[in-house]
């Protein structure tokens, strides 16, 4: 019987030759990631309690990015915390204020296929997109994998989802994950592993990629997962991974799958989850004239280079209506100054963006991109429940990089499609 | 293992921010940031949450971000013991490993605030001794069972490095 690439890499991490859906096996970690609110503060201090060394100090990553940039006492102690920890344990690889941990990690050379890692944050599951297996744990299970360089996991069922056709200009792979997540629910695939795959995958770029993986977490699944293809090498390749062996982690044509779904890639109109959930999807059209005070392009999930590239094919030439704030907040401090060097960000400073610093912010509420009192607000996020990018009365729709920045043009949720 | 508690009983989708809000991660007085849980969907409930409470809710509990704060703060209001239809893996793994039992029961829907109940965690059942019923809950694995018997995850990994030297 043929096995899945998540089950290949659940068996290989468990020392065994094969896993099925419900086992229960202990993992080793190939790699363990924290950032500053998960990590030092959290897990950092759990670990001195348990009096013992990191397991592997080749293994942990520290990245912080969530209470970075803000001028109050409680988030300066965060990173002077974060600092100190790393400074006294001599965490080798701490990546400091560079941009948010999901995108940072992978660009920073640290995920091939076939690993098995474990992230202390829901959106972990990103790194799927690269052929990895990586779920999100909270702060004491990382505590003890950090202690001990292993964890339980129940083996999850596989959900095959294939994408087919090929997206129209001005859909992205945000539309995809919202549509998924409109069609079953923000819960549609609890305990179960998503692979994405098809057409309208592969014709993706490996970034846009990472939203979908991204996004798993807003569809309940325990992980997503993409099978490494020429594109998934070609963009660790510059990101500096060298050495890559694609094809040993593909499923076979005779893997079981729990359920094979699809969604129509060719038909898909532009996306937009209404407030306060993002299975509140629907297609743009379902949203359009609703005024907006803010626009934001930001987070792990919608401000890679490739999405301030989707940004700026709607904003060349325009202008942001004057009644509506443009926020961009690059995702990684190197792709903002990838697109500084391309021409990307002139684009988006041009049509009345401002450009805020990188890391989690607007998308928690923190920093300046935090909506206001009662203020309405469009985002590339990935999620909007009540209070979590602003206050209870503020009110957040999730779309595409090229919705949001429509959206900013017309001062109203806006298709995108019609700006191309 | 058996629990006797109050319940308060809430719907479903219950997130991470509304148990957690973002204002008490970043909180200048920690120590009393547990007290904004559930702030934007039922202010009396952290102040009148009471020791050995139960929580309980519908679907999807505890969907969103990995912030163990959320069950945290639940257990810092005095809950022991959390029941749902359905939990967010992430929240389902912190309740362990924070020693609180988070069982899986799709009768939720019957029992009411105020509602006293026992819950058996061996057999499965919980009595609502206010109503005079009993629900069927999944069981327990073992091994997160023993995760609670010892204490929590931290009290967990404390005995196996005890054990290891």
Redesign the interface.
Known sequence: MGQTISEKILARASGRETVKPGD?VTCQVDLAMVHD??GPR?SGK?LD????PVWDMDKLVVISDH?VNLD????KEVQDICDDWCESHKVKNFIRNQGICHIVLPQEGHVRPGMFCVG???H?TTAGAFGAFMV??????I??VM??GDI?VRVPDNIRMEVTGELSPGVAGKDVILKICGEHG??GF??QVVEFCGEGVANMSAQDRMTLTNMAAEI?A?TGIIAPDAKTVELLSSWGVSGINADAWQSDADAVYAKRLTVDGSALAPQVAAPS?PENADDVTAYKNVKLDQAYLGACTGAKLEDMRMAAQVLKGKKVASGTRFLVAPSTVKMREQAAAEGTLKILEDAGAMILPSGCGGC???GDARLAENAVGISSTN?N????AGP?SSKLYLASPFTVAASAVAGEIADPRDML | MNHKGKAWKFGANIDTDLLAPISALTSAKPAEAYTECLKDLDPTFAPNCKEGDIFVAEENLGIGSSREWAPQYLQSCGIRVVLAKSFARIFYRNCFNLAVPALVCAETHKISTGDQLDVDMEKGEVHNLTKGETYKCDTVPEHLMQIVADGGLMEHLKKRFKKAS
Not at chain 1, 49 to 52: Q, R
Not at chain 1, 72 to 75: G, S
Not at chain 1, 385 to 388: A, N, S
């Open positions: 229960i609110s998960s959290t759990k309690e348990l009096g013992v209470y109050t006492p409680a988030a202390a944050d829901s972990s999100g744990v909270g702060a004491t299970e505590t003890g202690a001990t339980w923000i819960m609890g305990y309940g325990k959930s928690i509420g923190l999620r429940f009540v209070g979590r209870k």
